[in-house]
């Protein structure tokens, strides 16, 4: 019989047809410098930063960690990445916002508070004058909100706050502090937990503070929000039982506290962290000395016009960051867009 299936003429032109379409399609690898699948779609999905090799880098680092055919791949249960919040999230100038909140509202407050008036930690900032309160952090700082708090229970911070975090405005951009995000780490955020990975606040402010707006301004619930705290102790209030807050501090999630709370929330060094000053030096070697892939970023404030140019705080970590591989940032060059209020169609997702 001369017909037992294809010819070898058919079987011989089907061959060299299926290889020539193989050949014409573009070919990608991790390793490759192709570009990668779906490039278009990420690069959108990070508008606001402008297009250069930095923003590339960066997702490419993320394309890589995540595509499962990659040497760097990280499954998703390892997909961690840590923000600091004032100064890399939301604009830090005239001061945190935690401190202008607790300043405003001892000045508001005072009438119910004659004792305030002789009280070291809080007469000096009893004035609406940012002067009094610009570049406060550290000691003096946390016995400030330390001392606005004490006696507070972590029912009542909520009523308080949510009002002044609504309706209080920066003086220069004339808008609500929480609308001073930085747009493009908002956009960076989303695009991160749209590839699987979980995001999470490290910052040396109040985590019971920032857990009030930590959802709606970011997308990071509270339980994803670690920060310093004050003593708090178990007692009677107003006829039932609470949790109130003593003008001790308990934890300064600052330097090396940075990565022992990480430890002790998540338990795994993140694979990405975020920072923008010297005392985010510890959270980024962490992060940068984890076996595998890895990325540190540090946002560089250079950029007066559209939001503040300075370097204090952050003069070891900005020396640094070459020497350990970092990514420097900066708001001039890399940011399309500075704050999400610029854009009312941006939120957090």
């Known amino acids: 019989m001369f017909h037992k299936g294809p010819s070898s003429f ?206 709606d301004s970011y997308g990071i619930p509270g339980e994803q929000v670690i920060g310093s705290s004050l003593k708090r102790e178990f007692t009677q209030k107003d006829g039932r039982s609470a949790v109130v807050s003593r003008p001790v501090l308990h934890v300064y999630n600052v330097g090396p506290h940075k990565p022992i709370m990480i430890d002790e929330h998540i338990g795994k060094r993140p694979l990405i962290a975020v920072g923008n000053s010297d005392g985010d030096i510890e959270m980024l070697t962490y992060c940068t000395d984890r076996k595998g892939p890895s990325l540190g970023i540090l946002l560089h404030h250079d950029d007066e016009q559209r939001e503040y140019k300075y370097d204090k705080g952050a003069e070891k970590a900005l020396k640094l960051a070459s020497e350990r591989g970092w990514t420097v940032v900066s708001i001039k060059d890399d940011f399309e867009n500075v704050f999400a209020a610029d854009n009312k169609d941006t939120e957090a997702k």
């Not at 960066?58 to 997909?79: A, Q």
């Open 10 to 215: 058919v079987k011989a032109v089907t061959t060299v047809l299926s290889a020539a379409i193989i050949v014409s399609l573009p070919m990608w690898s991790p390793a490759s410098g192709c570009e990668q699948p779906n490039s278009t779609e990420a690069s959108k999905a990070l508008s606001r930063w402008r297009d250069n090799k930095l923003k590339q880098g960066i997702l490419d680092f993320i394309g890589r960690v995540t595509d499962p055919h990659s040497k760097d791949f990280v499954p998703p249960e390892d997909r961690v990445a840590v923000f600091d919040n004032d100064g890399t999230l939301l604009c830090e100038k005239p001061a945190f916002i935690q401190v202008i909140f607790a300043r405003d509202s001892a000045v508001e407050r005072q009438g119910d508070h004659p004792e305030w008036k002789n009280d070291e930690a809080i007469k000096p900032f009893l004035t609406k004058d940012d002067n009094a309160i610009a570049g406060l952090r550290g000691a003096e700082a946390t016995k400030l909100i330390a001392a606005t708090q004490n006696g507070m229970s972590s029912e009542e911070l909520p009523s308080l706050a949510s009002k002044w975090i609504t309706d209080a405005k920066h003086k220069r951009f004339n808008r609500p502090f929480v609308q001073l995000k930085y747009e493009p780490m908002i956009e960076l955020l989303s695009y991160l937990r749209s590839k699987g990975f979980k995001t999470y606040i490290c910052s040396g402010a109040g985590a019971d503070f920032i857990r009030l707006y930590s959802k």
